[in-house]
């Protein structure tokens, strides 16, 4: 499973916020800091103000913050609010059928994959993603000095 751009960039987006929480973030700020694009961001911030996860601010002064503490944002709900269609091949789409629907057990064999995958993400939440050590190597390079 390959997960769209636009929920790399959410994931991102989260983290970002979840290591400058003492202050409001712009669209340009993190666009600059991950150079990616600062329109393509608008659209994913705006997504995840619908989806509860950030709350933004219009105006000076303004800018995003997260709407939940991070203990509170599983990353599994990131992806499947972010994720246009979850459906690895066509005949696990809503309202597909195949030739082979009945007769072939890939379906379900990718079907169980999935739900494997999911139950590792909803299993982690955006505080344990900022926690490792690991990550506090790069912390120092997306986190704004205050």
Same mark, same amino acid.
């Given at each position: 499973?390959?997960?769209?751009? @636009? ?33 393509h961001l608008v659209k994913v911030v705006h997504r ?36 246009? /269609? ?21 379906? @379900?064999?990718?079907? /169980? ?34």
């Amino acid at each position: 499973m390959r997960l769209t751009l @636009h929920t790399d960039y959410a994931l991102r987006v989260l983290l970002y916020l979840g290591l400058n929480q003492s202050r409001r973030a712009s669209i340009r700020e993190i666009a600059e800091r991950y150079q990616i694009s600062e329109n393509h961001l608008v659209k994913v911030v705006h997504r995840l103000g619908q989806g509860g996860f950030v709350t933004t601010v219009r105006g000076k002064g303004g800018g995003l913050v997260l709407a939940r503490s991070p203990d509170d944002i599983r990353v599994g709900d990131v992806v499947r609010f972010a994720e246009e /269609d979850m459906a690895l091949v066509a005949c696990l789409q809503a309202g597909q059928s195949c030739l082979l629907t009945g007769a072939c057990r890939l379906q @379900h064999v990718l079907g /169980d994959a999935l739900e494997a995958f999911m139950a590792v993400l909803d299993r982690q939440t955006l505080a344990d993603l900022l926690a490792p050590p690991e990550f506090s190597k790069l912390a120092g390079r997306l986190k704004v000095p205050e």
